[in-house]
């Protein structure tokens, strides 16, 4: 009795060759069955690159929009706010008599017509100006934050659909092996060669691939409704089968250099600003404020002598006097003060959080990367050597078949290991890419 087998992680066939070619036969035809059955719809679906989910999140996600509208209406105020008040129009009729008389009958009887314009003290106007411009740029770099946490979400989502893609790619290739082998102890079963624990042991191998096959179904569902949240119905497409090309990284001093330019500190440096300026303008209550009132006012009738009565025009400014300081204009400094140093805090509190991110997330990426290097050039070899010689062994009649079932169980787990250890790795580099600006 002799074994031909295959190197995973490609279909492997173990054919037993005896009088009858009634078997190699069976299998032949349980290939070409398990080729022509792939769904229609999957090979001609358009597959879903990274690149094209990006795009697609980028563009369709709300957030990001309405925090741009957001700062487009505080930049709208900015202008608004530099502006003087609008003018107001006073109309009326003074000094009419009311027990008697009409319009002609007193001389200070006079219809009215006024215009009051007001001045808001100091610098309020461009203090006010430059405050919301700075507020409408926090906004802003807070909508290019949120860019960069989209794109961090969709690839996190992409990759882990792919992650499960792949898995079902590699049980789907090593199941035949697996259902190949219950047929062979069956096969030697009956002829007295082997023992039903072999048969119950391969069947339950069989069974255990078909479990992993009904998770990994149900893993997919989830990731494609977590990728759905991003790109809609989109995410039902196939993902492409090409990872990103993402295996360097800058160094940690160039990651921290550009973290500083990181769009959630630059909008926390922003507020900073807002806020600073939020004390200059309350210090402006200080200073007074004016307003300037001219009218006009129109007589009937004539004086004693024939005269026409002559019209009045009138001219008064109006200065606020802040004496009552304490409990107005001071606690307005002092709110604007509290609110300068809570925006200081939290700008650190950022700070502290993005640069403890940054050290995990850069120790986590070095560790993924030794620890595929390890898997891909010594653990992952080593296993098919030793599902190699484990088969070996069991043909010559050296090894037993529970030997043969656990190196091939430990190649189908290590195959697994390496695609799970490259998607982390990707996933880490969508990590480090947000916070250190990385180029898409």
């Known amino acids: 009795m002799r074994f031909i087998h295959g190197r995973m992680p490609d279909r492997v066939k173990i054919s037993v060759y005896r009088s009858r070619a009634t078997l190699a036969r069976s299998l032949a035809l349980m290939l070409l069955f398990a080729t022509v059955g792939l769904p229609a719809g999957a090979q001609s679906a358009i597959p879903l690159t990274l690149a094209e989910a990006e795009d697609k999140a980028l563009d369709q996600e709300p957030g990001r929009s309405a925090l741009e509208a957001r700062a487009d209406a505080l930049a709208e105020e900015a202008v608004a706010a530099g502006q003087l008040p609008d003018p107001k129009l006073r109309v009326g009729i003074a000094n009419y008599p009311v027990e008697s008389g009409g319009f002609t009958t007193e001389g200070m009887t006079q219809a009215q017509l006024g215009l009051h314009q007001s001045f808001p003290p100091g610098d309020t106007r461009s203090l006010s100006t430059r405050r919301l411009r700075l507020l409408a740029g926090e906004v802003d770099k807070q909508a290019e934050g949120r860019g960069r946490d989209v794109l961090t979400a969709v690839r996190d989502a992409w990759l882990e659909g792919y992650y499960w893609y792949r898995a079902e790619t590699i049980v789907r290739e090593s199941r035949p092996f697996f259902k190949d082998l219950v047929t062979v102890t069956k096969s030697l079963y009956a002829v007295g060669r082997d023992d039903q624990q072999d048969v119950l042991r391969a069947k339950l191998e069989l069974s255990r691939l078909d479990d992993r096959l009904i998770d990994i179904d149900r893993n997919q569902d989830r990731s494609r409704a977590a990728l759905s949240q991003w790109i809609g119905d989109d995410a039902r497409r196939p993902l492409a089968e090409k990872l990103p090309h993402w295996v360097s990284v800058p160094p940690l001093e160039a990651l921290r250099d550009a973290l500083r330019s990181h769009?959630?500190?630059?909008?926390?440096?922003?507020?900073?600003?807002?806020?600073?300026?939020?004390?200059?303008?309350?210090?402006?209550?200080?200073?007074?404020?004016?307003?300037?009132?001219?009218?006009?006012?129109?007589?009937?009738?004539?004086?004693?002598?024939?005269?026409?009565?002559?019209?009045?025009?009138?001219?008064?400014?109006?200065?606020?006097?802040?004496?009552?300081?304490?409990?107005?204009?001071?606690?307005?400094?002092?709110?604007?003060?509290?609110?300068?140093?809570?925006?200081?805090?939290?700008?650190?509190?950022?700070?502290?959080?993005?640069?403890?991110?940054?050290?995990?997330?850069?120790?986590?990426?070095?560790?993924?990367?030794?620890?595929?290097?390890?898997?891909?050039?010594?653990?992952?070899?080593?296993?098919?050597?030793?599902?190699?010689?484990?088969?070996?062994?069991?043909?010559?009649?050296?090894?037993?078949?529970?030997?043969?079932?656990?190196?091939?169980?430990?190649?189908?787990?290590?195959?697994?290991?390496?695609?799970?250890?490259?998607?982390?790795?990707?996933?880490s580099y969508a990590i480090l890419a947000n916070l250190g600006g990385l180029p898409r």
Not at 304 to 318: K, M, N
Not at 371 to 391: D, G
């Open 263 to 427: 769009p959630r500190l630059e909008a926390a440096d922003a507020l900073v600003e807002a806020r600073s300026t939020g004390i200059d303008l309350a210090m402006q209550r200080y200073k007074p404020g004016w307003a300037v009132d001219f009218g006009y006012g129109h007589r009937e009738g004539r004086l004693p002598g024939g005269e026409p009565r002559s019209d009045f025009i009138s001219l008064s400014v109006t200065i606020d006097l802040p004496l009552f300081r304490h409990n107005r204009q001071d606690r307005y400094v002092r709110a604007a003060v509290h609110e300068r140093r809570a925006a200081i805090d939290s700008k650190e509190r950022v700070l502290r959080e993005l640069e403890s991110e940054l050290e995990t997330e850069f120790t986590r990426w070095h560790d993924l990367s030794r620890r595929l290097t390890l898997y891909e050039q010594e653990i992952l070899p080593q296993s098919e050597e030793q599902a190699k010689a484990a088969l070996a062994a069991y043909q010559s009649d050296a090894g037993d078949f529970a030997e043969v079932m656990r190196a091939y169980v430990d190649l189908l787990n290590t195959r697994l290991d390496v695609t799970r250890l490259r998607i982390d790795r990707a996933r």
